[in-house]
């Protein structure tokens, strides 16, 4: 488990690589209340529950930012065990959600097909520890890929949609680059230069350092 600098005030990261992709699951939690959520249990779920209990957090919910299984599939199982609620995605991924167990399959890795309990669309409200996340739709990597936006922190969790140096695949069934670049350059770029966001594989950015840096979008 890493901490996230560069989280500010009450609010608070830690990154957990997860599965064979490495993939980012990520506790968010107030650092006041322990109170808290998951985001992307795309497995191991040991090593997750560990890191929670390390945090010593309550977790409140589950957040997926898409539907591919380094991201979701382990999501049915952690709800069950946690008995929380699943928030996200967008609902056009729900065609990825209904077969992660064939994804799964045929990456050898444990998943369950999940639905959540609430799809989130452009324009709906998260809370996590009282804390609110808007929600931008920003599909080209998957159909339905939500960024997740706290606006006081200055603070986004943007799943595959925006990397340091890099961007999300779009050669996936279901991809579309345009549509990426599009939701990236149209949404997320306004939102300003200080914003820092955790993405779903690699290192934590800004927008900043994107805008000026990432070979995709110049």
Request: proline fraction near 7%; hydrophobic fraction near 40%; aromatic fraction near 6%.
């Given at each position: 488990?890493?901490?996230?600098?560069?989280?500010?005030?009450?609010?608070?990261?830690?990154?957990?690589?997860?599965?064979?992709?490495?993939?980012?699951?990520?506790?968010?939690?107030?650092?006041?209340?322990?109170?808290?959520?998951?985001?992307?249990?795309?497995?191991?779920?040991?090593?997750?529950r560990s890191a929670i209990a390390q945090v010593g957090v309550s977790i409140e919910k589950i957040l997926l930012t898409h539907g591919h299984i380094d991201h979701a599939g382990g999501a049915d199982?952690?709800?069950?065990?946690?008995?929380?609620?699943?928030?996200?995605?967008?609902?056009?991924?729900?065609?990825?959600?209904?077969?992660?167990?064939?994804?799964?399959?045929?990456?050898?890795?444990?998943?369950?097909?999940v639905t959540p309990e609430r799809w989130l669309a452009e324009g709906d409200t998260v809370t996590v520890a009282g804390h609110t996340f808007s929600i931008l739709h920003c599909p080209g990597h998957?159909?339905?890929?939500?960024?997740?936006?706290?606006?006081?922190?200055?603070?986004?969790?943007?799943?595959?949609?925006?990397?340091?140096?890099?961007?999300?695949?779009?050669?996936?069934?279901?991809?579309?680059?345009?549509?990426?670049?599009?939701?990236?350059?149209?949404?997320?770029?306004?939102?300003?230069?200080?914003?820092?966001?955790?993405?779903?594989?690699?290192?934590?950015?800004?927008?900043?350092?994107?805008?000026?840096?990432?070979?995709?979008?110049?």
């Amino acid at each position: 488990m890493t901490a996230v600098p560069g989280t500010r005030a009450a609010l608070k990261a830690a990154i957990i690589p997860v599965t064979p992709f490495q993939q980012n699951c990520t506790l968010i939690w107030d650092e006041a209340t322990k109170v808290g959520a998951v985001v992307d249990p795309g497995g191991d779920l040991d090593a997750i529950r560990s890191a929670i209990a390390q945090v010593g957090v309550s977790i409140e919910k589950i957040l997926l930012t898409h539907g591919h299984i380094d991201h979701a599939g382990g999501a049915d199982e952690l709800r069950a065990s946690l008995g929380v609620p699943i928030e996200g995605p967008h609902q056009a991924d729900q065609i990825l959600l209904d077969n992660l167990e064939m994804q799964g399959a045929a990456y050898g890795m444990p998943a369950r097909n999940v639905t959540p309990e609430r799809w989130l669309a452009e324009g709906d409200t998260v809370t996590v520890a009282g804390h609110t996340f808007s929600i931008l739709h920003c599909p080209g990597h998957s159909p339905g890929s939500v960024v997740f936006v706290n606006r006081p922190q200055k603070f986004l969790l943007v799943g595959d949609v925006l990397f340091r140096g890099s961007i999300g695949r779009t050669d996936f069934p279901y991809g579309d680059h345009n549509a990426l670049i599009n939701a990236i350059k149209t949404k997320l770029f306004p939102l300003g230069d200080e914003f820092a966001f955790i993405c779903g594989h690699g290192p934590t950015s800004t927008i900043g350092q994107e805008r000026m840096t990432n070979p995709f979008l110049q």
